[in-house]
């Protein structure tokens, strides 16, 4: 079984420049969610989607970064205008979609605003 | 509030020592679900282990084991006659009843195993 897939996995970006993350889910996975992962922290949830409605976007900061999910299955992530606070890996995962599944992630993007 | 302390930053062993990676967390939900999970250098996170709220029965799964005390709110991870290959860093998580399965991390252990 094909594990979640993100691309690119490097990328690197001036800031007040704009980037866009891309990723699809484990087949069959309702739910997405994506994580950014600061240097020497733990991963933090941005937003997650199930199926392509949002559930949670309370740490998405919405005056820059956008996501969507539109036909449920691929979602992008976009930053517009990046600052040098962006600067991390972003995760994606996909779970089954229950109450409580194991989410499984995708081998992140590492962004570096400079 | 939800939160999980990892108060181990980095771990340095010699290969075949034993390990142990220490979790606390908190919680007021009487249901809720933790986990491990590796990361490795490649940087994806790899799922290790979930063990629910009213399941205390300790797991081994090879080298590797798990304690669950909620009488401590800890759940702590020890991998025996550690190996090189286990040389990553380690989060535990937690998410509960109602939290629309938001995993909420800890802030890692860096476990360096050396030959």
């Known amino acids: 079984e094909a594990g979640v897939a993100q691309s690119p996995r490097y990328k690197i970006i001036e800031k007040r420049q704009s980037v866009a993350f891309w990723c699809n889910p484990i087949?069959?996975?309702?739910?997405l969610y994506w994580y950014q992962q600061i240097l020497g922290q733990g991963p933090k949830l941005l937003i997650q989607?199930?199926?392509?409605?949002?559930?949670?976007d309370s740490q998405l900061p919405k005056d820059r970064f956008s996501a969507e999910r539109l036909k449920g299955v691929d979602s992008t992530l976009k930053i517009q205008p990046a600052k040098l606070e962006d600067s991390a890996v972003y995760l994606c995962?996909?779970?089954?979609?229950?109450?409580?599944?194991?989410?499984?992630f995708g081998p992140g993007t590492r962004l570096t605003v400079l | 509030a939800q939160k999980v302390t990892q108060a181990q930053t980095e771990i340095s062993v010699v290969e075949k020592e034993d390990v142990t990676l220490d979790c606390v967390y908190e919680?007021?939900?009487?249901?809720?679900?933790l986990f491990w999970y590796k990361q490795p250098p490649s940087g994806e996170l790899v799922f290790l282990i979930r063990r629910n709220s009213f399941d205390e029965q300790n797991e081994i799964s090879g080298r590797y084991s798990w304690n669950f005390q909620k009488s401590t709110s800890s759940f702590n991870f020890t991998i025996t006659a550690s190996q090189v290959v286990d040389s990553a860093v380690y989060f535990c998580a937690l998410t509960f009843s109602g939290g629309y399965n938001k995993l909420i991390f800890g802030a890692g252990t860096r476990l360096a195993v050396h030959p």
């Open positions: 995962a996909s779970s089954l979609g229950g109450a409580v599944d194991t989410q499984y």
């Open positions: 919680t007021r939900d009487t249901t809720y679900y």
């Open positions: 087949s069959g996975h309702a739910t």
């Open positions: 989607f199930q199926n392509n409605g949002v559930v949670d």
